[in-house]
């Protein structure tokens, strides 16, 4: 035991950590770098985009992990027809008692799969953003708070593009992090299709040995850990110089907000409390600069053509921003 209580802390943030990467493991095959993101976002207490194709686990992945820590998992299924009462809620009359009553929509809940959100019109898509952003909805004018334990995860595909509506910038910078969800590998799809054909069902999680090993509480007090761990003043800078730079950057049309750089921070400090650290390094800040900092860049069509991405803009800006030593 150390005598110091901020690594006692982040020592039990670890523990937890763990315990719940080894339950998503019983049913999610590899993915690590993704769960590792995906802990990190729920530890800094922000929302979560996942792009990729359909059939790599996204939504298996999610449903393990509000299974692990016990939290309430609700899944809407974005459609062209959706409308905005059908996230939030509605008001009901009851005519035996001439009062209209609240119908929660599923957005009250701790955990929300958004699945295919881009598949929905802006006007259904902006009635997350004031739940993603104020944790709260307005009814009829009248405000209801949601959970405190509040965390979507919205899924898009990257391919098809019919029939879909592309997420404005402002509901993009809602999501504190986009994790690019990739193929397996060949041994890991191998493991996958033996799983499957030893009777794996992926809506049996108890089935599958998926234990709850952390609550509210424990969340609650791993965050608490995250808020102490110490940023030196020379990471701010870098973290600023960082995002300053891609507003400077000439294949871009829009760089990174302010609100981009709080997310890399949040990030940064709830990385390296899952490494055990009560202290941000560089290479933290390194690891986590493009799912913060991916989808708040809009690249200019030229620098498309040429084959720039977001990811590659980030890489040639880490390049050139000197690390604080």
């Known amino acids: 035991m150390t005598d110091n209580p901020v690594v006692e802390t982040i020592n039990a943030v670890t523990g937890v950590v763990e315990n719940v990467r080894s339950q998503i493991a019983k049913v999610v095959v590899g993915q690590n770098s993704v769960v590792e993101q995906i802990i990190t976002a729920l530890l800094a207490d922000g929302h979560v985009l996942l792009e990729g194709v359909p059939g790599v ?4 992945l999610v449903r ?36 209209f009553n609240l119908k929660e929509g599923p957005v009250f809940t701790n955990v929300l799969l958004a699945d295919e959100i881009n598949r929905t019109p802006p006007k259904t898509q902006a009635a997350l953003l004031e739940a993603m952003e104020e944790r709260r909805v307005t009814i009829d004018g009248t405000s209801h708070p949601l959970p405190e334990l509040f965390i979507v995860l919205a899924t898009q595909n990257p391919i ?38 030893q009777g794996f069902r992926p809506l049996r999680l108890d089935d599958a040995g998926v234990e709850r090993i952390a609550g509210e509480t424990d969340l609650a007090n791993c965050r608490k850990a995250v808020a102490q761990v110490r940023v030196d003043e020379g990471i701010v800078d870098y973290i600023g110089q960082i995002v300053r730079r891609t507003r400077q950057d000439r294949s871009l049309i829009l760089g990174a907000s302010p609100r981009a750089s709080i997310a890399l921070l949040l990030t940064s400090k ?12 560089p290479d933290d800040v390194k690891q986590l600069a493009a799912p913060a900092l991916r989808h708040r860049l809009l690249l200019r069509p030229e620098a498309e053509i040429e084959g720039s991405t977001p990811d590659k803009v980030i890489a040639r800006i880490l390049n050139t921003v000197e690390v604080p030593r």
Do not use: C, W
């Open 64 to 99: 393990a992990l509000a299974h692990t820590i016990g939290a309430e998992f609700k899944r809407i299924q974005f459609t062209p027809d959706l409308m905005p009462s059908d996230v939030i809620g509605t008001n009901v009359y009851d005519a035996s008692t001439s009062e």
């Open 57 to 60: 686990a996204k939504t298996l």
């Open 160 to 197: 098809e593009y019919e029939g879909t509506y592309p997420l404005p910038e402002a509901q993009l910078d809602r999501f504190l992090v986009k994790i690019l969800v990739d193929y397996p590998t060949e041994a890991e799809e191998r493991q996958v299709l033996a799983n499957y054909n």
């Open 270 to 281: 709830a990385l390296a409390s899952i490494n055990g650290r009560d202290y941000v390094i």
